[in-house]
């Protein structure tokens, strides 16, 4: 049985002024019905894990290098995301993807590296606007699958997060019938690849995931929960989503 997740990604957002909402979230939800899980900033990460400490909410990290250590000047590890309380690391988001031009073998490098420190990975695929409109999604993702994950994945060390680029932040949604295809596919993929281990994978979406539509989100075929960006930020919206999904 396939434990639901919400995951809340801060990216570049929150001082220490923001740990209020984690305070509020822990008061609001001290037994959520599923697993909670925020990724703040670097800089953010040992204090909310030292204020998670004993709680429901497990705390994880946006990025890594795929080495342990060395002269990688600004890049953080694995092994010290791990020191600092994180239990998760978000690898591939579309924005690294974008903005820093990581490739599918790093991703897998850095997935590797991951699982090494004793981190769970959420590896994040999708597919831009022009893909999508072209018709080439899935063979698109299929194709980040297999060059992006390493061998070994299994329910206890991947996530796989999918995040129609041209969703994030944006508003809009795929259609529900869009998101079931692509998560139905995924496990497919996952499990022509992988076997049975591949069943315990959970299969995130994410992308303007907020209150209004989390519910229906949650109610798809091999949706297990969910990556949330900008509703993450605040406490009532994020615990909102997290209701939907515990009672999905």
Same mark, same amino acid.
């Given at each position: 049985?396939?434990?639901?997740?919400?995951?809340?990604?801060?990216?570049?957002?929150?001082?220490?002024? *923001? &740990?209020?909402?984690?305070?509020? &979230?822990?008061?609001?939800?001290?037994?959520?019905?599923?697993?909670?899980?925020?990724?703040?900033?670097?800089?953010?990460?040992?204090?909310?894990?030292?204020?998670?400490?004993?709680?429901?909410?497990?705390? /994880?990290?946006?990025?890594?290098?795929?080495?342990?250590?060395?002269?990688?000047?600004?890049?953080? *590890?694995?092994?010290?995301?791990?020191?600092?309380?994180?239990?998760?690391?978000?690898?591939?988001?579309?924005?690294? @993807?974008?903005?820093?031009?990581?490739?599918?073998?790093?991703?897998?490098?850095?997935?590797e590296a991951a699982w090494a420190a004793g981190l769970t990975a959420i590896v994040c695929v999708g597919e831009s606007e022009r893909q @999508?409109?072209?018709?080439?999604?899935?063979? !698109?993702?299929?194709?980040?699958?297999?060059?992006?994950?390493?061998?070994?994945?299994?329910?206890?060390?991947?996530? !796989?997060?999918?995040?129609?680029?041209?969703?994030? /932040?944006?508003?809009?949604?795929?259609?529900?019938?869009?998101?079931?295809?692509?998560?139905?596919?995924?496990?497919?993929?996952? !499990?022509?690849?992988?076997?049975?281990?591949?069943?315990?994978?959970?299969? &995130?979406?994410?992308?303007?995931?907020?209150?209004?539509?989390?519910?229906?989100?949650?109610?798809?075929?091999? !949706?297990?929960?969910?990556?949330?960006?900008?509703? *993450?930020?605040?406490?009532?919206?994020?615990?909102?989503?997290?209701?939907?999904?515990? *009672?999905?």
């Amino acid at each position: 049985m396939r434990r639901k997740l919400a995951a809340g990604n801060w990216k570049m957002n929150g001082l220490t002024a *923001s &740990l209020v909402e984690i305070e509020k &979230l822990l008061e609001t939800h001290p037994d959520p019905g599923c697993e909670m899980l925020i990724c703040p900033p670097a800089t953010l990460i040992a204090q909310v894990a030292w204020r998670c400490r004993n709680k429901h909410l497990k705390i /994880g990290a946006q990025d890594c290098h795929w080495e342990a250590a060395g002269a990688h000047t600004g890049d953080i *590890s694995a092994p010290m995301l791990a020191d600092a309380g994180a239990s998760y690391v978000i690898l591939g988001h579309s924005e690294r @993807r974008t903005d820093h031009e990581e490739t599918d073998a790093e991703i897998a490098a850095k997935t590797e590296a991951a699982w090494a420190a004793g981190l769970t990975a959420i590896v994040c695929v999708g597919e831009s606007e022009r893909q @999508r409109d072209l018709g080439t999604a899935l063979p !698109v993702v299929g194709g980040q699958l297999d060059t992006s994950l390493p061998a070994g994945c299994t329910g206890e060390n991947l996530v !796989v997060a999918y995040e129609p680029i041209w969703a994030i /932040g944006t508003g809009r949604t795929p259609s529900p019938a869009e998101i079931a295809e692509m998560h139905d596919f995924m496990r497919a993929a996952l !499990v022509g690849r992988f076997g049975d281990a591949a069943k315990d994978i959970r299969l &995130l979406y994410g992308g303007s995931v907020k209150p209004a539509n989390a519910a229906e989100i949650f109610g798809i075929s091999n !949706v297990d929960g969910a990556l949330v960006g900008g509703a *993450s930020l605040k406490a009532a919206d994020f615990g909102a989503i997290i209701d939907a999904l515990a *009672s999905a």
